[in-house]
């Protein structure tokens, strides 16, 4: 299996402008979870599915950010419109089951401008 | 409120040494316990996971749990260059994970 596949890697963007992260999951895996990373704030839960359904979204900071799993296979975070307090590095991690091993991707470095 | 707290170091060992990282966490129904390692630039990797009270060893890895206290900490033995890196402590309660932020070890050659 491939892994968690995040893209893109890299992302560069002016205040104002809308964002959107992607993440692919690992194949059977039922969770899904977003966090983000700071150097201030260490590494937040931001969101997570369950079988493509969103159970806890207690950690998006605002009404900017937005997720959505359309699939098993695919998600998506959005924030629109982004701000330069958004830039930090945003992972999308699996797992199989509850409180199982998450397995991470590689993240997205986001840098608002 | 931090379900998980760490010493954020940095920690500095000799190659060759034992490194110990130390974790405390504040949920007494805390189920499960996951150490972390993450490389600069990198994504976290799980390195040990750790369910009942006692140790657990995996390679130069021991991974101790004491619920009555409340802490966990991971053990390195043989410390390596390679070993560098930040480790963070993980508790699993329900579905979720919280964090620490992680203690930042050098190993130095």
Known sequence: DAGVIQSPRHEVTEMGQEVTLRCKPISGHDYLFWYRQTMMRGLELLIYFNNNVPIDDSGMPEDRFSAKMPNASFSTLKIQPSEPRDSAVYFCASSLATGDTQYFGPGTRLTVL | ?109
Do not use: H
């Open chain 2, 1 to 109: 409120q931090k379900e998980v707290e760490q010493n954020s170091g940095p920690l500095s060992v000799p190659e060759g040494a034992i490194a110990s990282l130390n974790c405390t966490y504040s949920d007494r129904g805390s189920q499960s316990f996951f150490w972390y390692r993450q490389y600069s630039g990198k994504s976290p990797e799980l390195i040990m996971f750790i369910y009942s009270n006692g140790d657990k060893e995996d390679g130069r890895f021991t991974a101790q749990l004491n619920k009555a206290s409340q802490y966990v900490s991971l053990l390195i033995r043989d410390s390596q260059p390679s070993d560098s890196a930040t480790y963070l402590c993980v508790n699993s309660i329900g579905n979720q994970f919280y964090f620490g932020t992680g203690t930042s070890l050098t190993v130095i050659p």
